[in-house]
């Protein structure tokens, strides 16, 4: 054919294939951007089940007993650690007779104590399924007395209860903030420590409101001091876990400091245990504020530095209080505590 240039077709051809394969880029890196939104998320959680914990050594599994619980059955659980590096157990279910721990406790005659703030719209919000639950799980079969904090006990969601267990209402002020409602919590709670509530409780527990229990939560929790393994950071590594970094805080702790990382919506122990925990808190957080600065995860973070500074004695595995949109895991059992879904824009205006 007269005027055809035989190199333009294959031009074009490579020009088309230039554009495909462009056209291919673009609708590759847009499904894996909005692959990595949808589920990247869930698939980082699940290789972080891949990170060991840990086992507990060989020789000192015969000698952790637990004053509730008995010998503990660490063999239950070979997948994951039941104990720490200075001798406390981790309760995971399976390494403990709950009736034991149940027995034990009804022989000894003891008042388990429950704290729960409910300022504000979390009133509204949780505070009723929260105590409804625990009716139904916390302590089954031992006396019980709840304490609720709130700015409006007029307020007050009606709970039946059972037979030896009080509901008292506390009146507190609401702070501005929602951090501060926080933080106060040490402050309040050192206070009614050394009242009414450090007198007729032997143990006592201080929840956060926005959960709610599904399963037994019962003696085998009790110890002197209590800590609670955080559900979204049990298996991290240390260096990466949220404390407090900065110096100036009295919450900080440097790198190659920290043992585990602790949740402040589960913490217990004994009434003296408690008042020194609530004290050193509450003494940080002021400290804080006269520099001007305020810890990362504020009470949370303080509470971090004490269990550095002062062991727990028994520590509850991440079934004692599990986030579901963390998503399924072989490990997780038999949670007891939920989180309730987080509704900040609303709970917190
Ligand atoms: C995280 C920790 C919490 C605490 C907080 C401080 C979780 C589940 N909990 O909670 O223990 O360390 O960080 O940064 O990750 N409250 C009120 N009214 C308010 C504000 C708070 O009653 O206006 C009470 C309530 O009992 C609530 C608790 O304080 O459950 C903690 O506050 P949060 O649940 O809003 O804080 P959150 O979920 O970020």
Known sequence: MAGYDNRLLPMALKGFRAKKRLLWWLFLSASGVLGLYLFGFRILRHLETLIPMGVCPAATTPLLKDNFTGALHHRARPEVLTCTSWGAPIIWDGTFDPHVAEQEARRQNLTVGLTVFAVGRYLEKYLKRFLESAEQYFMVGQNVVYYVFTDRPEAMPYVALGQSRLLRVEFVQRERR????????????????????????????????????????????????????????????????????????????????????????????????????????????????????EALWQDESHLNKFFWLYKPSKLLSPEFCWAQPIGWRTEIHHPRLLWAPKEYTLVRT
């Open 178 to 293: 929602w951090q501060d409602v926080s933080m106060a919590r040490m402050r309040t709670l050192h206070e009614a420590l050394g009242k009414q509530l450090g007198q007729e409780a032997d143990y006592v527990f201080c929840l956060d409101v926005d959960q709610y229990f599904a399963g037994n939560f019962g003696p085998e929790a009790l110890a002197d001091l209590v800590g609670q393994l955080h559900a979204w950071h049990y298996r991290w590594p240390r260096w990466l876990l949220p404390y407090e970094r900065d110096k100036r805080s009295a919450a900080a702790l440097s790198w190659g400091e920290g043992d585990f990382y602790y949740h402040a919506a589960v913490f217990g122990g004994t009434v003296k245990a408690l008042r020194k925990l609530t004290a050193h808190c509450d003494l940080g957080q002021q400290l804080d504020r006269e520099r001007g600065i």
